[in-house]
């Protein structure tokens, strides 16, 4: 799933595109694009794009009258729509300007989670935003440890959680613990301060490198190539130690981290197979 960095890099791409265009129509394609009734698609007709950016894994495409939140989830994208074609391939809603250029939502799989808000008013307060905590890169010290504190679990399972911190997901929550130097399944309650600091730091390493990486291309890369230490490398060395990098499965995601560099050495329990090594 794209993360902060693809997103906003995205969002800047988009908005040098697309800004200034004049909004000629906005067409769901699939019932189940458009999420939202009111104020409906023909309000924002005619009304030209403010900005595109985002927030936490969000585009926020503004038209002044209303904005568009987009949510890519998985499998979605926001495409420049070159072709127009009747029919596209995973078409899920498209943006037709008076300029002649055209955006296109698709999503692959049959999943069908990614879905378009049109919000009035300030997008923060309403679904989907409502709810979400502050942008993981825009969030000091003293704000993180007030975070790790209200929310006491695992280390890794607190970065993924958008109502906690926004714009981190699986990749990212696995290369910020490891930059870090922290276990996955450290419990946020129990970390000092000197922690919360290499914390914070990793994040915005991570974050940028991510968006250096994105800023160099012309379209959002694809998972397996994004920058990072540990991610897609399990039985890889550890760049920083050399260790072999090791992961815990879950049904929808992997650990993956270096025990020499994270965990004082220890392989930590395997969530499937190995219990026992506790
Ligand atoms: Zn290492």
């Keep these: 799933m794209p993360e902060l960095p693809e997103i906003q890099a995205h969002a800047e791409r988009l908005h040098r595109a697309f800004a200034g265009a004049r909004l000629e129509q906005f067409v769901p394609l699939a019932f189940t694009a458009l999420k939202t009734a009111v104020p409906p ?9 403010v900005f595109i950016g985002h927030r936490g894994k969000h585009l926020l495409m503004d038209v002044g009258v209303a904005t568009f939140v987009i949510h890519l989830m ?6 420049v729509d070159e072709k127009q074609s009747a029919r596209p391939r995973n078409g899920q809603a498209r943006w037709l300007f008076d300029d002649g250029q055209a955006l296109l939502l698709t999503e692959a799989g049959s999943e069908r989670k990614a879905g378009v808000w049109i919000v009035a008013d300030d997008p923060e307060d309403q679904p989907p935003l409502a709810g979400l905590g502050p942008d993981a890169d825009t969030v000091d010290v003293d704000g993180l440890q007030a975070l790790l504190l209200a929310h006491p679990m695992r280390l890794h399972g607190f970065l ?17 613990c490891h ?3 922290l276990s ?3 419990n946020t309650a129990k970390l000092d301060r000197d922690d919360i600091k290499r914390l ?10 991510g968006l250096a990486y994105e800023r160099g291309l ?5 998972s397996a190539d ?17 260790d072999s990098i090791r992961s815990v499965e879950y049904s929808a995601y992997t650990v993956a981290y270096c025990p020499t560099c994270q965990t004082g050495g220890k392989v930590l329990a395997d969530n499937t197979t190995s219990k026992f090594l506790k």
Excluded: K, W, Y
Excluded at 160 to 176: C, F, P, S, T
Excluded at 218 to 222: H, P, R
């Design 41 to 49: 698609a023909d309000a924002t007709h005619g009304h030209e794009v």
């Design 74 to 79: 998985q499998g979605g994208r926001l495409l």
């Design 160 to 176: 993924r959680d958008q109502r906690i911190l926004a714009g981190l997901g699986r990749r990212l929550a696995n290369e910020v």
């Design 179 to 181: 930059r870090a130097q």
């Design 184 to 186: 996955p399944f450290a």
């Design 200 to 209: 914070r730091e990793a994040i915005a390493v991570c974050v940028n490198e």
């Design 218 to 222: 012309d379209a959002m890369s694809s």
């Design 226 to 242: 994004r920058p990072g230490h540990v991610h897609h490398r399990v039985g890889e060395a550890c760049p920083i130690c050399g």
